[in-house]
């Protein structure tokens, strides 16, 4: 793997996200942090002010911003933000436990029930804090954190590896495996991952660990060892975590039993329970998994971070073999399910992200997801999420196997070897300059949406990647991936979507909104064999509404009046006020 | 109006419906209600079980059934079924307080809460007591009961109306006004009536009653006085019998006020807020209605009591203006949700009932209707009330106005002046000889469902209904009501119905099960201009499946393949084991 940190990203799409999330993003996360009692909570001298008492999930808030402002700082110098993260890191290590315990919740609040409820998320604050604090040892050289985490995780060693003291042998919040493995590829340690994996040979293998939140251990992927699950099972964002983990396993330890259910797992998550969005998770009840084809969309769960931890599964898989099916799936969730978790100004949150809104059926007094973002939320695991997928977004860009360079991803960006000009995703045009690695190979992904690519050069395609001998060691070539405006179909057991469609170009779906198409878009259809016209921000073709009939029910065939219909990048929708939106629409003929 | 006490039901459709609830639905309910410590909580001389502590609804679940034995024995003579309510009779006699008060939760579990909340139904309970009281002195002649509830009654009047020392004004369940005007017409005191009207004046008038449920007063129908209610909201059963009552005393004193609210309440239902069965409330949440054009089929209410309610209140309509539209939306409401509200044998009931079901999505977790009938109840308003429904249906036949005899609906049967003879709703055949009635006229209702009727006869069609000068005293005439299949369109703003159709035949609305059709009833469409063969039971025609894909998302369009499509009628479905169900169906072309 090629690591964010020596890839410059250098201009087009993914430039402008994060410039917009270094600007307003971060510090708009800080601020409602500050303001909720997130930061003060470190300060365990001073009492915590009404309400504002420390939540279990309130580290793991802290430590993912302290983990972008890192990815940040690598880039480019802020004394203001790193004075902010050292100010943090200071508090964590003056209140850190003698024996590496660290817990804002727990040393404060309830002291006596440290490790003893396994949905307390102990272990997951922790791992989120050696991710920040691998970060910013990597960004700044500086290691007093880092420090910090280790000897932290010596005591979570000791306590649950050792003399297994704890009330529970496993998280009921995974998060805390793949961390360790970075902290061991920070260290070269073995002890950390020994760690993790005796975290994953654990799961659903001990008689020790209790059901979470409901009385089935799927719910924490408890239900089975981890080599023997093959289907997506429970809460959609710990099962994320952990694959991610089995994945890095299967990476560093050359583990097929691990490899084995990562296949299956994705095979199953994406051929039968993802959202055309990429997003995870089809009921807020338990923010779980259903069942195959079970994708509703206006109750769609779909969290945010479910969608960043499915790609972050998928980038591992793609380091693990070279298969594009990975990338695709990463590529869905990224350009769909999470850049909606974020407002076009930046400082505004989904943490659901439904396939479609109707604002007034909120009036049932029934559950429905939120319909505009938020600044923050009482759990609000989703805004720094983002805030640190996408300053290290280039870490999904390329690969490199001994003498072939794979390109996963496609921005403006630079690394070592190879400088990429673009503005994918807005057109499928894509300059590439590879230097230096005459004789060596470029496997270009061909992403699954696209049906015709061209670069000039000759080459072989293999599992999705397009393999050129690179002929020497100053090499242009210019791919030109065809992105076609297309409607996309369901299959026919989604139950919901027979009869519809999704309209796509490249890798972004896109969703109607009546801002732009009236109220009532279920009325709306697609014309058979409609043309777009329009460009990436703004798609139009023709298409019908069913008139209003006057009587409610009625033997008359309804009548239908032609109307331009207009669709916007799904990520974009919900930032012009409240408004009806819809991905799949009626298709007449279908 | 002409009484179901004055009229035999002779064959037919309804014949056989009042056999079975005789046979069976009658006795089951019984056995439930004995079984679950129901009639053993009237005798407050034993302590009740575990378990079976009186619950404040019960009076009325007994009282329904009671009501329901009182219109068998109008008919027919049943000496233990008379034993049964007899007994009844006596625990309530025996029980009753001195003052007239009678509630066996009140009396035996709570006394000191007598009339301290609204929403514990005392006066929902009184008023059914009262009902059943009505029903079994006409039938029987026997006036034990009467006098009890007579006394309750007078109770009431003086702690409402003359005391005012309850907690609240009017009920929180409505039920008692209906009761008050079936008192007044049994017993010609008009006290009865005035105190219908004071519990209707008051409501939505006076600074005394809490909203009930919710911190919302339209959930108990509150939120205005009776006169300025001009759309249906809150509890959909309560707003029905509120409306009953109104239409009562709007018959009874010549309110203009509270005719003109129960015309906009009907038009307001009938046109926006009520499903193609008749069902009404559009949410479990609140049991309620919501707003127009809200009708979610999985999800729907569409309590079994709420449309026996929307029937007894159009049936009141049609007493007091001859317009079709009344008896159209009652027999919507009886030949589909109503009768789907009990099972094909007659021992189980449905308390919601949907328009569609998937029983794998209930595997979410998330909250959608039961897919199997029960045999009973927590709160078992429905089943005693299918009883006392279906045994009183002749009820809704005929009305006398002056000299013109109304025939509001077409089943087998004889009164003084009349006899028709007929297979209703199976086929739209209806022999009708008329006696005694020269130089008198008589009215047919045209349904509004159909489009040719004939009758050899000349007459005139006014607002729905056919009028014919009766040529001498022994007057036969056959009326055919053409009863073809038919497509039936929502309007475009029933936003889950667009594209879809339902098959109706006269009134009765069908389904499709997946029991005929397969699994995945949405990948099912109906051909264009597809042609229906088969009969009542059982209605087929072309359509076309569309094929599962392999792929979860791809852009070649879906693959149909032809397929016989089965309906049989919506009050039929769930009666083979659990199924999926659709009344909406895709209709290839619109």
Known sequence: MISYHDIVVTGGFWHELQARNQAVTV????????????????????????????????DSDIAKWMEAAAYILQKERDPALERAVEEAISLIEKNQDRNGYFNSYFMRVEPEKRWQNRDAHELYCAGHLMEAAVAYYEATGRDRFLHCMIKYAAYIEKVFMIERSAAFQTPGHEEIELALVKLYRCTGEARWLRLSQFFINQRGANGKDAPVYSANQSYSQSHLPAREQFTAEGHAVRAMYLYCA????????????????????????????????????????????????????????????AAIGLALFCRRMSALEPDSRYADAAERAIYNCVLAGVSEKGDAFFYE?????????????????????????????????????????????????D????????????????????????????????????????????????????????????????????????????????????????????YGNTGRAAVTRGPVVYCMESIDNGDNLRALSIAPGAQ??????????????????????????????????????????????????AVWVRAEGV
């Open 27 to 58: 510090p708009a996360v800080r601020r409602r942090f500050l303001k909720t009692g997130r930061f003060a909570a470190l300060d365990f001298s001073t009492l915590w002010e009404e309400g504002k008492k420390p939540h279990i999930f309130w």
């Open 246 to 305: 089995m994945a890095d396993l299967a990476l560093e330890c050359g583990d097929e039993g691990l490899l084995n259910a990562c296949r299956a797992l994705f095979v199953n998550i994406t051929e039968k329970r993802m959202y055309i969005t990429g997003g995870l998770g089809s009921s807020h009840h338990g923010e779980a998994f259903t069942f195959d084809y079970d994708l509703p969309n206006e109750t769609a769960y779909s969290e945010t971070c």
């Open 353 to 401: 992200n439904p396939l479609e809104i109707h604002p007034e059926i909120r009036g049932r007094g029934e559950r429905f997801p939120i319909t505009r973002r938020q600044k923050v939320f009482g759990c609000s695991c989703c805004p720094p999420n983002l805030t640190r997928f996408i300053a290290s977004y280039a870490d999904f860009l390329f690969t490199r196997h």
């Open 532 to 581: 777009f016209t329009g460009g990436f921000d703004l798609l139009e073709c023709n298409g019908h509404r069913v008139e209003e009939q006057g009587a409610l029910y009625r033997f008359d065939s309804p009548k239908r009046v032609s109307q331009k219909l207009r669709f916007i990048p799904y990520f974009r929708y919900a930032n012009r006020g409240e408004s009806e939106m």
């Open 403 to 494: 003498d072939i360079l794979y390109v996963h991803h496609y921005t403006s960006a630079r690394t070592e070897h190879i400088e990429i000009i673009t503005e994918y995703p807005r057109e499928g045009e894509i300059s590439l300059r590879v230097r230096g690695m005459a004789g060596g190979r470029l496997a270009l992904r061909i992403p699954g949406w696209c049906e015709n690519f061209h670069c000039g050069m000759p080459g072989t395609l293999d599992r999705g990647y397009y393999y050129i001998d690179i002929p020497d060691d100053d090499f242009a070539l210019t791919l030109t991936l065809d992105m076609p405006v297309r409607l996309t179909y369901a299959d026919a057991r989604v």
